[in-house]
């Protein structure tokens, strides 16, 4: 009866009464170059194109490269031009593998399947785990358990794209490029930015954009009442004018005065009253005329002196001197309290 293979590893299955006396030869290879392979073997595999077949074969071989197919552990090397290789294993054999995918020139993303068979496991470059098959589609052992999974190495990922809000992994690429997406959305052209004790230009510190540094003492203010965005002006000092003081008064110590004051009278005449008597008729033989019996009494008027009308005075009052000086006309600070800061403002 002739010897048959088992599906998985390809043992030889001997037939009842085959290989009489030397069996025992056959048995110990098989022990030796397959199942202790596929327990404990590790094989490199040096990869340099795209598909790539394990070897396999029926029965035992001390070549093991001619039997890749069987060992627990496989190690690939060299690189894929593209960065990506798809390996085969034998359909309908089941397998499980511990993969260390070492490539590096360049460094390939491998693509486990099954020769025609389904679903593919694929293993990014730097990144050991292990996979397994049932003969027709690869399983990935390593999706982790209930509770934390820790993955040790690099781990790749397919690269969402932005705003994806499944359950994918972010990856690096993913991360950085979020994070910059963000910063230029909050940093535009014409941003400000600021920092107290860091005066690196914050195109090294962001990451993207041409900034300029903003004239020393410079300060902000808000749009509008007058002010328009990108506008420049201001003065760290100033002096007041006379237009600028509130109404005040000022000391006269210095001042002094002197007076003059002249009449001029013009008269150009008045009256008197007066009386007189004269008498009708005798002579008045002395003594008192009012004595005499035979007299008349007459009153009048005669212009002489001033009109009042006419007199004119005139005054000058003369004042000289200053009033007392204040004041020294120093400039002064129209700053109010601050905080002292590098700024810049993204141009491009």
């Known amino acids: 009866m002739s010897s048959t293979y088992s599906s998985d590893l390809r043992i030889q299955l001997m037939g009842t009464g085959d290989q009489a006396g030397t069996w025992g030869s056959t048995t110990n290879n098989n022990f030796q170059y397959i199942l202790e392979q596929a327990i404990a073997g590790v094989q490199s595999v040096a990869l340099s194109t795209s598909p790539y077949s394990l070897t396999y074969l029926n029965g035992a071989t001390s070549t093991l490269a001619n039997n890749q197919a069987i060992c627990a552990a496989l190690i690939f090397t060299g690189g894929v031009s593209g960065g990506a290789c798809t390996v085969n294993t034998p359909y309908g054999s089941q397998k499980t593998y511990i993969i260390y995918n070492n490539?590096?020139?360049?460094?390939?993303?491998?693509?486990?399947?099954?020769?025609?068979?389904?679903?593919?496991?694929?293993?990014?470059?730097?990144?050991?785990?292990?996979?397994?098959?049932?003969?027709?589609?690869?399983?990935?052992?390593?999706?982790?358990?209930?509770?934390?999974?820790?993955?040790?190495?690099?781990?790749?990922?397919?690269?969402?794209?932005?705003?994806?809000?499944?359950?994918?992994?972010?990856?690096?690429?993913?991360v950085s490029t979020a994070i910059a997406n963000s910063l230029q959305t909050a940093y535009p052209v014409g941003s400000i930015y600021m920092n107290a004790s860091n005066a690196t230009n914050p195109s090294s510190l962001l990451g993207f954009g041409t900034w300029t540094a903003l004239a020393a003492g410079r300060m902000l203010i808000g749009d509008g009442g007058g002010y328009t965005a990108g506008g420049t002006g201001g003065s760290s000092t100033t002096s007041l004018s006379s237009a600028n003081l509130p109404s005040h008064t000022h000391g006269s110590s210095s001042l002094s005065a002197s007076s003059s004051t002249s009449i001029s009278i013009s008269d150009p005449g008045h009256s008197h009253t007066y009386t007189f008597k004269t008498t009708t008729g005798g002579t008045l033989a002395g003594g008192d005329p009012n004595s005499v019996g035979n007299f008349t009494t007459s009153t009048g008027t005669s212009l002489t002196g001033l009109n009042g009308s006419n007199v004119t005075a005139s005054t000058t009052t003369n004042i000289s001197g200053s009033t007392d000086a204040t004041g020294s006309g120093s400039s002064f600070t129209t700053i109010s309290p601050y905080l002292v800061v590098y700024m810049w403002q993204r141009t491009a």
């Open 103 to 174: 490539t590096t020139s360049p460094a390939t993303a491998i693509t486990m399947q099954v020769t025609g068979g389904g679903a593919s496991v694929v293993i990014p470059a730097g990144v050991t785990t292990s996979v397994y098959t049932d003969g027709t589609v690869f399983y990935s052992g390593a999706t982790g358990t209930t509770g934390t999974f820790a993955i040790n190495g690099i781990g790749t990922a397919t690269t969402p794209t932005v705003n994806d809000n499944t359950t994918k992994i972010a990856t690096t690429a993913f």
